[in-house]
């Protein structure tokens, strides 16, 4: 069989190993307990959260609809290292940390950096994590209406940890979920509700509460339609005894990639929620929930590069070809060159919307960080998702065929990044996201990020080497002006994304 073996590429801590990410914590975070935690916690990854995650794809969910005795139980069956994530990601405050606000208008770059590193290791268990953060944003901003479920949320305590779903998407929509959501909400004597409708889509289906929305009816049994008839509800999801709420799950999901996370299809039987929202203020009110997980969906877009990045470095420290290592190799440097710097870039625009997010928090924001923030959240995850799926897809090809094989664990990285353009808004609904922030604030977030981008350029115009480049953005950036002027003036959805 021959002598010769290839070294495989060694995942290290990843922390020690990311020169950007301690660089930019140096320069705004240089608290040395921030850097004490994220050191440890680069270890734990390597040694045992690696583990975990691997676990979770080669292990995932199933669904036992029946019980021995014939009786319907629709139990979602997980593997150990699932369970042992989620004590994990509470030990850790990895949803805590947003909320504890130790470090002021730092708090989320410090928690999102610490998500950054956990996401690539962490069998996706970041999904649940995003849709948990999300939940306790929306509570939050309602005025806590309930407090033991935002406690639950955002505890360190293992024990109290809960998870929280986001179940929007239904058959007839996902994008569009004003007018696709049939599920109606039935007002019982006591004040609360009951849901009947069918959830498409619904990852995280193990989560302990939920969020959803619904068209409550009137006594007739009627219901507005559009966005002015939706409504936000809260509900646990499984009962004290493991049955679940009013909740039947049809099937798992057999998807391309996140095999991780059990994505279910579910008919809403009589489910008891809590109202959370005015009426009618479903999808205003559940936009707090998508800010979030639209931030989480960039921080993973980052971190799925970021370590490919790292580890076909590695790599290229070990294999030879053509008589030298791959390192050696101009063209080979190249390709990995443009890695780092499409990663590099997703680094520096997602912990801009981290930082600006953690401003608004701790209500340090300026009218422009507030601006930016509106603008820059659909932007970073449409432009994020698409570059993780190239950096990816290319660092795969730097493995030469080990790339493609399934025992390396690499190809499950290409195919969880395909879903990043997918959820959480497809890349053309973000497209028009943007088009509605600039129409809603009357061209304000687009005269913001002109203000903020010149400022920049003047900086950086002060470096000789930066010169030509700096004049090369301010020719795109007049072009983009001559579109603001056109999206200002129009409403939101007859405007051209190609002007
Ligand atoms: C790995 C970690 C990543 C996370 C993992 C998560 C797992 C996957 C989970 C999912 O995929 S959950 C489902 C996600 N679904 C979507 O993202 C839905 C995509 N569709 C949209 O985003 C639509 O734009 C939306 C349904 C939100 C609204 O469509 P409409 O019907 O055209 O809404 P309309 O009438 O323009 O807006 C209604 C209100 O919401 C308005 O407020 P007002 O009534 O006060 O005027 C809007 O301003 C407000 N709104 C809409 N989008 C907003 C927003 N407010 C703030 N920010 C936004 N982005
Ligand atoms: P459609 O809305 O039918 O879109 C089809 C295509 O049309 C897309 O390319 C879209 O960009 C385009 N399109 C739609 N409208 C426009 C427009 N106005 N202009 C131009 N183009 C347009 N949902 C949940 O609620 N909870 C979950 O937990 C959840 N988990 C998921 C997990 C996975 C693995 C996946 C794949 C999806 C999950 N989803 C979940 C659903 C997801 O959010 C939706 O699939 C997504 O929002 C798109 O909706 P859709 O599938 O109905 O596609």
Redesign the pocket.
């Known amino acids: 069989i021959g002598t010769f073996f290839q070294e495989r590429p060694l995942l290290t801590n990843p922390f020690t190993q990311d020169a950007l990410l301690r660089a930019y914590l140096r320069r705004h975070l240089p608290e040395q307990e921030v850097q004490r935690d994220l050191l440890r916690f680069g270890e734990r990854l390597v040694t045992e959260i690696e583990a975990l995650g691997r676990q979770c794809e080669l292990k995932p969910p199933v669904l036992q609809h029946y019980d021995a005795w014939g009786r319907r139980v629709d139990r979602i069956l997980t593997c150990d290292a699932w369970t042992r994530l989620k004590h994990i990601s509470a030990q850790e405050g990895l949803v805590a940390a947003g909320y504890e606000r130790t470090y002021g208008e730092w708090s989320r770059v410090y928690q999102m950096s610490k998500m950054y590193l956990f ?1 690539p290791s962490a069998g ?1 268990y ?2 649940p ?3 948990t953060d999300g939940a306790a944003k929306v509570i939050e901003s309602l005025g806590v209406p309930v407090r033991e479920a935002f406690e639950r949320l955002t505890t360190r305590d293992e024990k109290r940890f809960w998870t929280s779903g ?4 239904e058959r007839r929509g ?6 696709g959501t049939e599920t109606v909400a039935r007002r019982q004597q006591d004040g609360r509700f009951k849901l009947y409708g069918f959830k498409w ?1 619904t ?2 289906t193990d989560a302990d509460m939920t969020l959803t929305l619904a068209r409550i009816t009137d006594r007739s049994g009627h219901s507005t339609a ?2 002015r008839g939706l409504s936000l509800f809260m509900a646990e999801v499984w009962d004290a005894d493991g049955s679940s709420n009013g909740v039947e799950v049809q099937r798992l999901k057999d998807k391309l990639g996140t095999r991780q ?1 059990p994505t279910a299809e579910l008919l809403l039987d009589g489910m008891n929620a809590q109202l959370l929202s005015e009426e009618g ?1 479903g ?2 009110s ?3 929930m ?2 979030i ?2 931030i ?2 960039t ?2 877009a980052a971190a799925a590069m970021r370590r490919i990045s790292h580890l076909c470095r590695e790599y290229a420290c070990k294999r030879s070809a053509f008589g030298k290592l791959l390192k050696d190799h101009a063209l080979h440097v190249q390709t990995l060159s443009r890695l780092e710097v499409e990663t590099r870039a997703a680094f520096l625009l997602t912990m801009e919307v981290c930082r600006l997010l953690g401003r608004e928090e701790n209500r340090s924001a300026s009218d422009r960080d507030t601006l930016l923030l ?1 603008l820059l ?2 932007v970073a995850k449409l432009y994020t998702a698409k570059q993780a799926v190239c950096v990816v897809s290319e660092g795969l090809e730097s493995f030469g065929g080990q790339g493609y094989i399934e025992d390396t664990g690499l190809p499950s990285m290409l195919r969880d990044a395909q879903v ?1 353009s ?5 890349t053309n ?2 497209s ?2 943007v088009l ?2 600039i129409a ?1 604030s009357s061209g304000s977030v687009l005269q913001a990020f002109f203000v903020d981008v010149n400022e920049r350029l003047l900086a950086a115009d002060a470096s000789a080497a930066l010169r030509p480049a700096v004049s090369s953005l301010r020719t795109s950036l007049s072009a983009l002006k001559r579109f603001a002027q056109t999206a200002a003036s129009r409403p ?2 007859t405007l051209e994304l190609s002007a």
């Open positions: 996401a996706l970041t999904c994590l995003a849709m986001q179940w929007m998407t996902g994008s569009d979920v004003s007018s889509f990852s995280a559009g966005s996370v203020r999808v205003a559940i936009a707090n998508l800010t997980t639209r989480y969906n921080v993973c509106r959240t659909p990043l997918i959820w959480e808004g497809t609904v973000l028009l996201d509605r922030s809603k939101a959805g």
